[in-house]
């Protein structure tokens, strides 16, 4: 069982919006702004979308974008494109003791 | 441009002993965080172990006793020693670069399938 809870799937169709939950407890997502989000394609390795809760590397398009309330993160893609359909997996710092906690991933389907 | 290539991997059977390798470039491994992950078949990701630029090494507790990471600096490459191996440590292992400061991983390497079997 993944420290971190997040939906098995979601699904959109072109061009409309989804967001991908990611909850925690008080020791990781709710006390540190340190929720980092990958996409993972079938058969590759992940790839970084968002660190810091809400901070896109370089060359991560801005329609991926994070938030976070309490002890929830989330993902939000806008304007879904057939090439986001993948795997999508949370993870957050847990303190020192714990160190770092992934959520169990969510499949996005593009309708 | 950073790569990082995961080597090492493949078929042994429990109570066996397996090291993985992981060949950057583009950076320093010696003056940056590097971690592996995880992922059974099927599963989601499941971080094992960190070390850090000044040596410090730490272990999730499902491995820790029986694996080790460490480095060699002259060949800017990063190893896990895995020793006593299970069943339930069959998985996909990548290796990544891990930013301390924001707590993430920015680069990771294509991964290397370990399967523990009789």
């Known amino acids: 069982q993944s420290a971190l809870t997040q939906p098995a799937s979601v699904s959109g169709s072109p061009g409309q919006s989804i967001t991908i939950s990611c909850t925690g407890t008080s020791s990781d997502v709710g006390s540190y702004n340190l929720v980092s989000w990958y996409q993972q394609h079938p058969g590759k390795a992940p790839k970084l979308m968002i660190y810091e809760g809400s901070k896109r590397p370089s060359g991560v398009s801005n329609r991926f974008s994070g938030s976070k309330s309490g002890n929830t993160a989330s993902l939000t893609i806008s304007g879904l494109q057939a090439e986001d359909e993948a795997d999508y997996y949370c993870?957050?710092?847990?303190?020192?003791?714990?160190?770092?906690?992934f959520g169990g991933g969510t499949k996005l389907t593009v309708l | 441009e950073v790569q990082l290539v995961e080597s090492g991997g493949g078929l042994i059977q429990p109570g066996g002993s397996l090291r993985l390798s992981c060949a950057a470039s583009?950076?320093?491994?010696?003056?940056?965080?590097m971690s592996w992950v995880r992922q059974a078949p099927g599963k989601g990701l499941d971080w094992v172990s960190l070390?850090?630029?000044?040596?410090?090494?730490y272990y999730a507790d499902s491995v820790k006793g029986r694996f080790t990471i460490s480095r060699d600096n002259s060949k800017n490459t990063l190893y896990l020693q895995m020793n006593s191996l299970r069943a339930e440590d069959t998985a996909v292992y990548y290796c990544?670069?891990?930013?301390?400061?924001?707590?993430?991983?920015?680069?990771w390497g294509q991964g290397t399938l370990v399967t523990v079997s009789s």
């Open positions: 070390i850090y630029s000044g040596g410090n090494t």
């Open positions: 990544a670069r891990f930013t301390v400061t924001g707590i993430f991983f920015d680069y």
């Open positions: 993870c957050s710092y847990a303190g020192s003791t714990t160190g770092v906690v």
């Open positions: 583009g950076f320093t491994v010696s003056s940056k965080y």
